[in-house]
């Protein structure tokens, strides 16, 4: 069974910049999660989607938003980039999403902004 | 307001030793724990969890100790391999968010010498 993949897997944006960020989730896993991780900070909850529905929602301002389409692949966009947007996004599937389905983690996109 | 702290950034171990690495958290409401490890270039892999109802979990040289009253939770590792080297991330969630969404520490490098 192929493992969660994340596209692009590096990045360089110029602040102002907007982009894209895509996951593909495990065959048959319907919840997608999405994590921004900073030097000293962990991993932070972006957004999780589950049906093509946002279902719960972290801390982060309006410029990050996602969507997830019908096959469960999702996709994450961050207009008007800023410096401190440099970080690995990581996205996690799992089968429905609840508290006792394991998470599994694609290897990221690294996203540099200058 | 970070809710799950891992206060080691780092630790180094001998090969066949203990290697202890700790969480504490500050919000009552989490009831399921996960530790999840992560080598560079990848995404974190889960290791093992616990939930609130238990105070220790045991899965091969892994075990996880919950103490409820303090807030605290650590991962065991015995023996200590140099192929444990990495980042460990303590993670936590609420089951009234649903489930998917996890609040993960800072992760703490342990480093296994042979």
């Known amino acids: 069974k192929a493992g969660v993949t994340q596209t692009p897997r590096y990045l360089i944006k110029t602040r102002g910049q907007q982009v894209t960020l895509s996951c593909s989730p495990i065959s048959g896993h319907r919840s997608v999660s999405w994590y921004q991780q900073t030097p000293g900070q962990g991993l932070q909850f972006l957004f999780e989607y589950f049906s093509e529905t946002q279902r719960n929602k972290g801390n982060f301002p309006g410029r990050f938003s996602g969507r997830q389409f019908s096959n469960s692949r999702s996709e994450m966009n961050v207009s008007t980039l800023e410096l401190g947007d440099s970080a690995l996004y990581l996205c996690?599937?799992?089968?429905?999403?609840?508290?006792?389905?394991?998470?599994?983690f694609g290897p990221g996109t690294r996203l540099t902004v200058l | 307001d970070q809710q799950v702290k891992q206060n080691s950034p780092s630790l180094s171990v001998q090969e066949g030793r203990i290697s202890i690495l700790n969480c504490d958290y500050t919000?009552?409401?989490?009831?399921?724990f996960l530790w999840y490890k992560k080598y560079p270039a990848e995404g974190p892999t889960f290791l093992i969890s616990?939930?609130?109802?238990?105070d220790k979990n045991e899965d091969g040289r892994f075990t996880v100790f919950l103490n409820k009253s303090a807030k605290h939770l650590s991962l065991h590792i015995v023996p200590s391999q140099p192929g444990d080297s990495a980042v460990y991330f303590c993670a936590a969630s609420a089951k009234e968010t649903s489930g998917s969404r996890l609040t993960f520490g800072e992760g703490t490098q342990l480093t296994v010498n042979p």
């Open positions: 616990i939930s609130s109802i238990k």
């Open positions: 996690a599937s799992s089968l429905e999403g609840r508290t006792s389905n394991e998470q599994f």
């Open positions: 919000n009552s409401m989490f009831d399921y």
